[in-house]
């Protein structure tokens, strides 16, 4: 039994994460255009029309952009609380928008999704931990701090998508506003590489073979430092740093310690386009 994922984008331009195997998988947000979506996946051998739901953290743009076209051509049903609906202006087909709660375990064919809470300056904001029998993929990004909600679900995951914001330095001497720095180190913003390694260092459960850094700064961040600092402490888990350019390679999670150096290439042979 086995998963694959990617991000597809990542960053305040766009975000997109890729979870499924080889005949459904969802979405976590789908802030990119659909061509953009579609041109990605078809890189990676996916297909949308294994697509059977998006799951939407929060209503900034970079995150919901693609979701009207996206729904609508491929009439994918989008899970979103009520309140991200309203604050991101959505409108929705009826039919294809639907409620989640906080906590509430959804079924989508073979995989159980779980929503919980975090800080970020969002009507609803939620992560998400996505499990498919024994294995679990983990959401965390647009997180002000790290709770215990963080934690509790960090500490099950054998793969996730983990924040790595801003390097303190850089935002402190940075050409942002004051303001505008307080609001992403405010705790209710984003995630510093410091505040992600503490988690990755401290809680990081040992059958993690994949960390997914995300949603790194254009300004503030740089993804050979952010690799530095990772690979430094990452054991046997594979450190990649997603791109706001362009998808990541494709990587397979099992539940037993497996060689998942998978490349796009390698994995796309596996998982048949429809």
């Known amino acids: 039994m086995s998963l694959f994922i990617a991000s597809l984008n990542s960053g305040s331009n766009g975000n997109c994460y890729y979870i499924g195997n080889s005949t459904e998988a969802i979405l976590v947000d789908a802030g990119?255009?659909?061509?953009?979506?579609e041109r990605r996946m078809k890189r990676l051998g996916l297909s949308l029309n294994n697509v059977k739901a998006i799951f939407v953290s929060h209503e900034h743009t970079d995150h919901i952009r693609g979701i009207?076209?996206?729904?609508?051509?491929?009439?994918?049903p989008v899970y979103i609380t009520e309140a991200t609906c309203r604050h991101g202006r959505l409108l929705p087909e009826e039919h294809l928008f639907l409620s989640f709660?906080?906590?509430q375990q959804v079924s989508i064919g073979g995989f159980t999704i779980t929503a919980f809470p975090k800080f970020h300056d969002a009507a609803e904001p939620h992560s998400f931990l996505v499990s498919y029998g024994d294995i679990n993929i983990g959401v965390f990004t647009d997180i002000g701090r790290v709770c215990e909600h963080v934690i509790h679900h960090f500490k099950q995951c054998h793969a996730a998508f983990l924040e790595a914001n801003y390097d303190e330095v850089l935002l402190e001497t940075g050409r942002y506003p004051y303001?505008?720095?307080?609001?992403?180190?405010?705790?209710?913003?984003?995630?510093?590489?410091?505040?992600?390694?503490?988690?990755?260092?401290?809680h990081k459960p040992d059958h993690m073979s994949h960390l997914i850094l995300a949603h790194l700064s254009k300004d503030n961040n740089r993804p050979e430092l952010v690799q530095q600092l990772f690979d430094q402490h990452a054991g046997n888990t594979q450190i990649i740093v997603a791109s706001r350019y362009e998808e990541t390679a494709v990587y397979r999670i099992g539940a037993a310690a497996v060689d998942d150096s998978a490349t796009t290439n390698s994995v796309a042979q596996q998982i048949p386009m429809f």
């Open 32 to 37: 990119i255009s659909c061509r953009e979506t």
């Open 68 to 76: 009207p076209v996206l729904a609508k051509k491929y009439q994918v």
């Open 101 to 103: 709660c906080t906590h």
């Open 179 to 202: 303001y505008l720095k307080n609001r992403i180190r405010g705790g209710y913003g984003h995630l510093s590489n410091t505040q992600a390694l503490e988690l990755f260092k401290l």
